[in-house]
């Protein structure tokens, strides 16, 4: 078949099927980008909310780049990879001061910006500028392994993929292209028990005519995620408890939390909480009682915390830009990370009371 004919077959499909989002009613690249950042390791449902909420709060690119990390942080609290908040939130003060705030349609200047990877590139010049850029994500690749019955992603084969998706551009806009395979990846192209009646592409599928499009491509076999034990603390003083803010530079930077770290093998729990409070907060705290637990699971790892209600022995506790005392009350005004909410949620239902 011709290339020109699967174009044409795409977009028509595309044009009935696709689904009515939000992001897909503009073209300006400032919203096209923070939805592609946001839709990163993360489903569009899911995804949604928070798009309409941030360009409700941030209608243009320079409201991010005024406004203070802690805000946007805020409102991405849930989201997860706050990384990409911060790298977003940098790369608009980049645009803001060297471009005069219009984000740049070429491939260098844009890929230079904070947190801008290829897929990213591809997706925001080809949707909002027209620029013919495959938009290569794990959606897009299944559709394309199964396409042209490539079971291993090696370099070369990555390399025939994308130029096949760049042929599909003749003459066709390639933001839509680009939309049209992610689209069908998402709703029929799926990894197990894909939707090839449905289709628009299976009469050309060499997957599916060998019988078993789930073979391709071959599955990469993952390491099991290894497991931490964790200790923190809720100190208080009088009605108020102690939250420090994590390093931009860590995982979850930015956010607040408890005190408290690994627990090192065969150390006892309460041993390790000092030992953590010595040395983050360089005082030895005061355990009253354990407060609860919960188990948390991140994309590499996954976490028993154990949290223990704590009291200052004594006023030692240095006050820090970096560090709080809140009330229960406060904790709104915070972003926390998800495995700090699961004890707020617990505290909540039970008793904050020590």
């Known amino acids: 078949m011709q290339i020109n004919s699967v174009s044409n077959i795409l977009l028509r499909w595309y044009d009935n099927n696709k689904r009515d989002l939000p992001i897909r009613l503009t073209k300006d690249p400032y919203k096209i980008w923070i939805s592609e950042i946001m839709l990163q390791q993360t489903q569009m449902k899911t995804a949604i909310p928070y798009y309409i909420r941030w360009i409700d709060k941030f209608p243009t690119l320079e ?3 005024k406004s203070k990390s802690d805000r946007i942080l805020k409102l991405w609290e849930g989201l997860g990879y706050y990384r990409r908040c911060l790298n977003f939130h940098k790369a608009s003060k980049i645009v803001i001061d060297k471009y005069d705030g219009r984000i740049p ?8 910006l904070p947190g801008v990877g290829e897929y990213t590139v591809g997706a925001v010049l080809s949707i909002a500028f027209g620029v013919a850029l495959p938009a290569i994500d794990g959606n897009v690749n299944r559709v394309m392994s199964r396409f042209n019955g ?4 090696t370099k070369r084969n990555k390399d025939i993929l ?15 292209i680009n939309q049209a395979l992610m689209e069908i990846g998402a709703l029929l192209c799926v990894p197990k028990n894909p939707l090839c009646n449905k289709c628009p592409l299976s009469n050309n599928c060499k997957a599916f005519k060998n019988g078993n499009p789930e073979l391709y ?10 497991h931490f034990t964790v200790v923190t603390a809720i100190i208080w003083r009088k009605e108020k408890f102690y939250i420090q803010k994590r390093s931009q530079k860590k995982m979850l930077g930015g956010l607040w939390e408890f005190p408290g770290g690994k627990v090192e093998k065969g150390e006892n729990l309460k041993n390790a909480l ?3 409070i010595e040395e983050e907060c360089h005082f030895t705290p005061d355990i009253i009682k354990k407060a609860t637990s919960i188990v948390h699971a991140y994309s590499h790892f996954s976490i028993t915390m154990h949290c223990y209600h704590c009291r200052e022995k004594e006023k030692k506790i240095l006050d820090q830009s970096s560090s709080n005392w809140i009330t229960v009350n406060e904790i709104s005004k915070y972003s926390f990370p998800k495995a700090n909410h699961k004890i707020f949620n617990f505290m909540n239902k039970n008793d904050w009371n020590i």
Not at 105 to 112: C, G, L, N, R, T
Not at 150 to 153: C, V
């Open 63 to 65: 409201s991010v780049a």
């Open 274 to 276: 000092i030992r953590e």
């Open 105 to 112: 349609s070429d491939y260098e200047s844009f890929k230079a």
């Open 150 to 153: 490539i079971k291993n992603l």
């Open 162 to 176: 994308y130029n096949c998706i760049v042929s599909l551009f003749n003459k066709s806009d390639p933001g839509d």
């Open 217 to 226: 491509p071959t599955k990469i076999k993952r390491l099991p995620k290894p």
